[in-house]
């Protein structure tokens, strides 16, 4: 399903996945590189719920999560200034929030919908998938690797729904990584 392209932002790309599949070293690479990176705004969360003994978890309150996590990546896309034509990347983006509701079988929402609609990114979304040999938990990721499969499969079927071209980063160095990805983006 394609959706009005007339709020498209041509320069926002995501880089996106399940959990442990590399996004941040990634990110930390291309911000290394010079370019603009966005941080994923699930893990702050985590961080500040479980500083201040807070319930909206993934583990706990899910529901209450996925709102503060809807929240936050709006509040992230409209505090992005576009200041030229460079690229920015974001670590995860809206739909990734669309994605998680699917995935705890609670209601994607006309709110959703909207944001979804309206807040686009580039076209070509990457996306990173499952790799057993580098995936690991920590107190912020407590997904089993059968979730982590689950959810990029997810995120394929999310973000293919709403239009976008997902692109499946390769599994290898985070240099050859980082070349895949700015190839498809000149």
């Not at 969360?45 to 990546?73: T, V």
């Not at 576009?82 to 669309?98: A, V």
């Not at 699917?102 to 996306?127: C, D, G, P, Q, S």
């Amino acid at each position: 399903m394609r959706f009005l392209e007339k709020y498209l932002n041509e320069n926002f790309f995501v880089i996106t996945g399940g959990p442990g599949v590399g996004k941040t070293t990634l990110l930390d690479e291309l911000n290394r590189k010079g370019f603009c990176c966005v941080p994923e705004v699930a893990r702050e969360i985590i961080k500040e719920q479980m500083s201040s003994k807070g319930d909206a978890l993934p583990w706990g309150n899910k529901r209450l999560y996925m709102q503060l996590m809807l929240e936050r990546s709006v509040e992230s896309y409209q505090e992005t200034v576009k200041t030229d034509t460079s690229p920015i990347f974001f670590d995860r983006g809206i739909l990734d929030t669309l994605c998680y509701a699917k995935l705890i079988e609670a209601e994607v929402t006309k709110e959703m919908e909207h944001y979804a609609r309206k807040f686009r990114y580039n076209f070509k979304v990457f996306l990173l998938p499952p790799w057993k040999a580098i995936y690991q938990t920590d107190t912020e990721r407590k997904q089993s690797w059968e979730e982590a499969v689950a959810t990029y499969e997810m995120m394929v079927e999310t973000y293919e729904y709403y239009g976008y071209n997902v692109i499946e980063v390769p599994k290898s160095s985070v240099e050859e990584r980082v070349e895949f990805i700015l190839k498809h983006i000149s």
